[in-house]
């Protein structure tokens, strides 16, 4: 089982940047694929991006390729997720999300363990 606690999330400016952070506790952090998802109020979870338990692999949402990065810290038990080139419809609560798993998963489906989030704001 492992436990997750995302950081990072505030108020920035379009065209600003964040970084995400989610530390996750247990040993075994490494054999974990991990993603990031994003809600508002009334829609559903979406996801944003995802990496494999080795970081070798990752896979992002069309919306925000090419301006959010998802790393990993293996050594560290983290997971990271830079975003630059901020939109407002970035605004969201932003989830982290582990399960036991080697490859990439894209859906919530796939997920097991989740933070509780964390809030971003992006005003326009």
């Known amino acids: 089982q492992v436990q997750l606690v995302e950081s990072g999330g505030g108020l920035v400016q379009a065209g600003g940047s964040l970084r995400l952070s989610c530390a996750a506790s247990?040993?075994?952090?490494?054999?974990?694929?991990m993603g990031w998802f994003r809600q508002v109020p009334g829609k559903e979870r979406e996801f944003v991006a995802a990496?494999?338990?080795?970081?070798?692999?990752?896979n992002y949402a069309d919306s925000v390729k090419g301006r959010f990065t998802i790393s990993r810290d293996n050594a560290k038990n983290t997971v990271y997720l830079q975003m630059n080139s901020l939109k407002p419809e970035d605004t969201a609560v932003y989830y982290c999300?582990?399960?036991?798993?080697?490859?990439?998963?894209?859906?919530?489906?796939?997920?097991?363990?989740w933070g509780q989030g964390t809030q971003v704001t992006v005003s326009s």
């Open positions: 247990g040993r075994t952090f490494s054999s974990y694929a």
């Open positions: 990496i494999n338990w080795s970081g070798a692999s990752t």
């Open positions: 999300a582990a399960e036991r798993h080697r490859g990439v998963l894209l859906h919530t489906n796939g997920y097991d363990y």
